[in-house]
């Protein structure tokens, strides 16, 4: 499960500290095709966009 922030539409693990209350989302968005569209550091733990998935 994924979480998406109202405030700017970025999209974190459900965990993330940094998106506070947001919207749960049970897959990646389309428009996420690397680990580069994921700019928090919730997502650093991963090498690839493969692993997420
Ligand atoms: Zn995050």
Redesign the pocket.
Known sequence: MYTMSSDDFSV??RE?D??GSGIPLTSLPDEVTSLDDLP???WDKFESLDEVE
Do not use: F, I, N
Request: glycine letters at 0%; a negative charge; one cysteine or more.
């Open positions: 974190h693990l993330c940094e998106v928090c550091a919730c």
